[in-house]
């Protein structure tokens, strides 16, 4: 992540500022504790999906069981509210983090990116937020795919985009 390197990210990343470290997702877990074994605290911060999705439920579980009868139809707006809504929501909470880790200026590292499966919120929505591609500092994301042919299988069920990362296998 040296700084001669950001240009090169934004090169290989369609002008973004996101690196997927691809990883197996039968061997997250093992990515996950290598990834707290290495990296530094005084540079990176790891962001742990899972934890923030069950504080976020744990923060709004009295609304929960009425929002679900209320947005029958796109239950995805629980986790991310449509576009100029000001309820909370998982993604903003996300994105939250990820601020807090740029003002700290280490590199956020998410982790258990597959808890976001289902929710609505997609990797790039992270990767193409004003927050991430404005940042001197880039988002990394430990992402459970497969490889199947020329195509990156999100939790080997789901075509993942390419777009605004650096991918890194």
């Avoid at 790891?46 to 923060?59: C, G, H, P, Q």
């Amino acid at each position: 992540m040296e700084s001669d390197k950001r240009s090169e990210i934004r090169l290989n990343a369609n002008g973004g500022n996101s690196i997927l470290l691809v990883c197996p997702p039968e061997l997250e877990f093992q990515f996950v504790g290598k990834l707290a074994e290495l990296m530094p605290q005084d540079t990176y911060k790891i962001i742990d999906i899972n934890e923030m999705l069950i504080s976020f439920v744990e923060a709004h579980q009295a609304d929960l069981a009425e929002m679900f009868d209320l947005l029958k139809g796109s239950v995805h707006q629980i986790f991310k509210a449509p576009e100029g809504e000001t309820t909370p929501d998982l993604f903003r909470h996300l994105l939250s983090a990820i601020a807090t880790s740029f003002d700290e200026h280490k590199i956020p590292v998410l982790i258990h990116s597959g808890a976001l499966y289902g929710s609505g919120i997609d990797n790039i929505h992270l990767m193409e937020n004003e927050l991430v591609m404005k940042s001197k500092i880039p988002l990394i994301i430990l992402y459970p795919a497969t490889q199947e042919g020329d195509k990156l299988m999100f939790l080997n069920s789901r075509p993942a985009s390419k777009y605004r990362c650096m991918i890194v296998n």
